[in-house]
């Protein structure tokens, strides 16, 4: 069974800065590209961040380019964000989710795990 | 950056109605198009991909067509568990893998 276990989101002053973490099992983590995704309370979905299955490949969301970072750990069957300088619009239910970045057989995935999210609040 | 719309925003229909659902892109997004469900409370769930394909699991009334920059989502037979917001999302050019702003299926 395929579980996204995510964690490391809390209450963080703007300006401040948070790592999230995602926990990958029940399938071959390094054959799969993950994405961020985040929800602001009440709003839609809003696609991040996203790595292909071997790191070498990375993509941002205009509104976290420059201040979030994501990372992988094949080895620990892991994915990261690094998230810098937050701020109030930053506050959000965090996903980590399985697709949308390059796999190691294709480039066209969808998103089709997700985990149960972390939640984000930059507040002062 | 390619920009997805929804349409309408809410819908109301009659438990064993049809809904149609719809989506369009700013350009052409092929057939890398994704449907989601998403309840409150939960995750969301992929619902189609390739704008047609179902996913595992995913009952045949749930039905996806389009290409290019025009999609549908069409659930045949309304369930009581299939009111929820349902979000249209763009793989092909990316990043970012961009989201439409969702519908609201509620009950009428």
């Known amino acids: 069974e395929v579980q996204l276990v995510e964690s490391g989101g809390g209450v963080v002053r703007p300006g401040g800065s948070l790592r999230l973490s995602c926990a990958a099992s029940g399938f071959t983590f390094d054959d799969y590209g993950m994405s961020w995704v985040r929800q602001a309370p009440g709003k839609g979905l809003e696609w991040v961040s996203g790595?292909?299955?071997?790191?070498?490949?990375?993509g941002y969301a205009d509104s976290v380019k420059g201040r979030f970072t994501i990372s992988r750990d094949n080895a620990k069957n892991s994915l990261y964000l690094q998230m810098n300088s937050l701020r109030a619009e930053d506050t959000a239910l965090y996903y980590c989710a399985r697709g949308n970045y390059c796999s190691s057989t294709s480039c066209y995935t969808p998103i089709d795990y997700w985990g149960q999210g972390t939640l984000v609040t930059v507040s002062s | 950056e390619i920009v997805m719309t929804q349409s309408p925003a809410t819908l109301s229909v009659s438990p064993g109605e049809r809904a149609t659902l719809s989506c369009r892109a700013s350009q052409s997004v092929s057939s890398n198009l994704a449907w989601y469900q998403q309840k409150p409370g939960q995750a969301p769930r992929l619902l189609i991909y390739?704008?047609?394909t179902r996913a595992t699991g995913i009952p045949a009334r749930f039905s996806g067509s389009g290409s290019g920059t025009e999609f549908t989502l069409t659930i045949s037979s309304l369930q009581s568990e299939d009111f929820a917001v349902y979000y249209c999302?763009?793989?092909?050019?990316?990043?970012?893998?961009?989201f439409g702003q969702g519908t609201r299926l509620e009950i009428k």
């Open positions: 790595i292909n299955w071997n790191g070498g490949s990375t």
């Open positions: 999302q763009q793989y092909n050019n990316w990043p970012p893998g961009t």
């Open positions: 390739g704008a047609s």
